[in-house]
T-cell receptor, first 113, second 116 residues
Framework: DTGVSQDPRHKITKRGQNVTFRCDPI?????LYWYRQTLGQGPEFLTY????????KSRLLSDRFSAERPKGSFSTLEIQRTEQGDSAMYLC???????????FGPGTRLTVL | AQTVTQSQPEMSVQEAETVTLSCTYD???????LFWYKQPPSRQMILVIR??????QNATENRFSVNFQKAAKSFSLKISDSQLGDTAMYFC?????????????FGTGTRLQVTL
C-alpha cells in the first residue's frame, strides 16, 4: 500500500503524559500536513511542512505541541503534558506542491483520561 | 481569513436518487481551490472532487459533479444515482492557490445517509 500511513491508530494516555505520533507520507510528496478533528467537526489545520521546513503553524498549536519532519520524509507530532481537551483524531495528509491535492492517512485517535 | 459553511448537518436520500449538498465560502482572494472530501464511518478521508477557481467549467467525476458559482461564493456537490456506499460525512474545503499557503479550511460537514 503506497498511501499515507499513521502510527499508532489509537492511543490512550493519562493526563500529563507525553505522546508522539508518526506519519509516513506518500513517498514522492514533498508537503506534509497535520490536522486535528474532534467529534462532529471538520478537521482543523495544525501545521505543515514543505520538505523538512515547517512553513506554517496554527494558533491551535500551543507550546505543548511540536512537530518535526527530519530529512523531509516521515513526520512526528509530539504533545507534552497532555490535557483532556487534546482528545481528538489527529490526521496527517500529504501532497505535491504543484496541485495541493491532499491525501489523508487513517488518523491517530487520542484519548486522554 | 477564509471560512467555509455547510448549512445542512444531515441529509438523507434513497438509493438511485439524486442529492445536492450545499457549501458556501468566504474569501477576498481570487486564486484558490475548492474540494469535496468524503469520510465514511470509521474510515479515512478521501477526495471526491476538486475545482480550480479560475476554471469556469464545473468539475465532474463520474456520478459526482459540482455547481461552482464564484460570484456567489457557492460550491455545491451533486451526487447522481446514489449508492449505499455513498453513506458518509461530506466535507467542503478551501485552499489558497499560492506558493506556500496551501492548508485546507474545512466546513463542519454534512452527514449523508443513503437508504434502500
Amino acid at each position: 500500500d503506497t498511501g499515507v500511513s499513521q502510527d499508532p491508530r489509537h492511543k490512550i494516555t493519562k493526563r500529563g503524559q507525553n505522546v508522539t505520533f508518526r506519519c509516513d507520507p506518500i513517498s514522492e510528496h514533498n508537503r506534509l500536513y497535520w490536522y486535528r478533528q474532534t467529534l462532529g467537526q471538520g478537521p482543523e489545520f495544525l501545521t505543515y511542512f514543505q520538505n523538512e521546513a515547517q512553513l506554517e503553524k496554527s494558533r491551535l498549536l500551543s507550546d505543548r505541541f511540536s512537530a518535526e519532519r527530519p530529512k523531509g520524509s516521515f513526520s512526528t507530532l509530539e504533545i507534552q503534558r497532555t490535557e483532556q481537551g487534546d482528545s481528538a483524531m489527529y490526521l496527517c495528509a500529504s501532497s505535491l506542491v504543484v496541485d495541493n491535492e491532499q491525501f489523508f492517512g487513517p488518523g491517530t485517535r487520542l484519548t486522554v483520561l | 481569513a477564509q471560512t467555509v459553511t455547510q448549512s445542512q448537518p444531515e441529509m438523507s436520500v434513497q438509493e438511485a436518487e439524486t442529492v445536492t449538498l450545499s457549501c458556501t465560502y468566504d474569501t477576498s482572494e481570487n486564486n484558490y481551490y475548492l474540494f469535496w472530501y468524503k469520510q465514511p464511518p470509521s474510515r479515512q478521508m478521501i477526495l471526491v472532487i476538486r475545482q480550480e477557481a479560475y476554471k469556469q467549467q464545473n468539475a465532474t467525476e463520474n456520478r459526482f459533479s459540482v455547481n461552482f458559482q464564484k460570484a456567489a461564493k457557492s460550491f455545491s456537490l451533486k451526487i447522481s444515482d446514489s449508492q449505499l456506499g455513498d453513506t458518509a460525512m461530506y466535507f467542503c474545503a478551501f485552499s489558497l492557490n499560492t506558493g506556500t499557503a496551501s492548508k485546507l479550511t474545512f466546513g463542519t460537514g454534512t452527514r449523508l445517509q443513503v437508504t434502500l
